[in-house]
């Protein structure tokens, strides 16, 4: 069992600056929120019994969760029972028997797919926790930015979060933004595109710009939905860098917020996190007629096509920007295969 700070739930990174407005109580009218704004949040869950300790979360510490629309793929073994509908919020939910999933990319292009037309769009992982007026938050920081009129994404890989003696406990490294960056050492391997990012602190109470994403915490304007659909042929590794390739040459600008008020439950030691089984696992493995293998030579292969120009359609590279605008802002030069030390430092506000 788990339980959040205020009630016992069923099992199924970080503080920082408030965003300016006043949160209203929940189910009340959001303070500088238009009223038809909705926002969808797109879960795609693989055997994870923290599941439903996400949903009521989020609906718990939402401003105004009536305006919530979850999409969840919930890969489950056979037999699962189904999560519940969170609240006054919005569930649409496909449940899908483990063995059949296809990797996360598959998943959370499946999840995208049930938007239904709402103004704002964030992608979460299904083992988070948030903080108190999380949905005005993010979407107070996004208007200051000029969205939805202006195409941008606001990512980062959260803070963590750890269950301690079933509570959800905060582990914040900082009241600023995290800033995804390349880890020290990171090269490009011969045949390999992936690269090794992470979360780097920084001393700042502005959005910084932004060179990656974390697919595990995405929050843009909903017309990302028709933009820049998920790429259900990637797999796992290489599907950020892919995503923000994509965004980038598409014309979208990327920021890490202050005070991201999401937090991550990680698969570190002392997290307190139930054991979840992963896609790749060998007992996994044995259940499936597909070796995830498979799905990962191709998923290189897709991102080797990727950033040759391939023609892949609404997946490919976009045309408002090039491969070489993208590594004279961010210091991965692609074509090149080479990275220079802006790659590795965040960007300045």
Not at 110 to 126: I, N, R
């Amino acid at each position: 069992m788990y339980r959040s700070a205020e009630a016992r739930v069923p099992t199924g990174r970080r503080g920082g600056a408030e965003a300016a407005g006043q949160v209203a109580p929940r189910g009340g009218v959001i303070a500088n929120m238009p009223a038809a704004m909705r926002i969808f949040v797109s879960i795609a869950s693989y055997c994870d019994p923290v599941l439903p300790f996400t949903l009521e979360r989020a609906v718990a510490t939402a401003a105004d969760p009536a305006r919530l629309h979850f999409g969840v793929v919930d890969q489950s073994p056979e037999g699962s029972a189904r999560v519940a509908t969170p609240g006054p919020a919005r569930l649409s939910l496909v449940q899908l028997a483990a063995r059949d999933a296809r990797g996360p990319c598959w998943a959370r292009a499946l999840a995208m797919s049930l938007h239904d037309g709402e103004d704002w769009f964030l992608q979460l992982d299904s083992h988070m926790d948030f903080d108190d007026g999380w949905d005005q938050r993010l979407v107070t920081q996004a208007l200051s930015l000029d969205a939805p009129r202006r195409r941008l994404a606001i990512s980062s890989y959260p803070d963590a979060f750890a269950f301690v003696e079933g509570r959800p406990v905060r582990r914040p490294t900082t009241t600023g933004v995290l800033a995804q960056v390349l880890q020290p050492g990171a090269a490009f391997e011969a045949g390999h595109l992936v690269l090794p990012f992470h979360a780097q602190p920084v001393r700042a109470d502005a959005p910084l710009p932004a060179f990656h994403v974390g697919a595990g915490c995405l929050f843009a304007p909903g017309r990302i939905i028709h933009e820049v659909p998920y790429d259900p042929w990637l797999y796992f590794h290489g599907e950020e860098q892919a995503l923000a390739l994509r965004l980038y040459t598409r014309g979208w600008n990327l920021f890490h917020m202050p005070g991201l008020p999401v937090h991550h439950l990680y698969n570190d030691p002392g997290s307190g996190a139930p054991t979840r089984p992963l896609h790749w696992d060998a007992e996994q493995e044995a259940e499936r007629e597909v070796a995830w293998w498979k799905f990962e030579q191709r998923s290189r292969a897709r991102l080797q096509a990727l950033v040759a120009g391939a023609d892949l359609g609404i997946y490919g590279l976009g045309r408002e920007r090039s491969l070489a605008d993208f590594a004279a802002f961010s210091g991965i030069d692609y074509a090149g295969r080479t990275l220079a030390p802006p790659a590795f430092v965040p960007r300045a506000p």
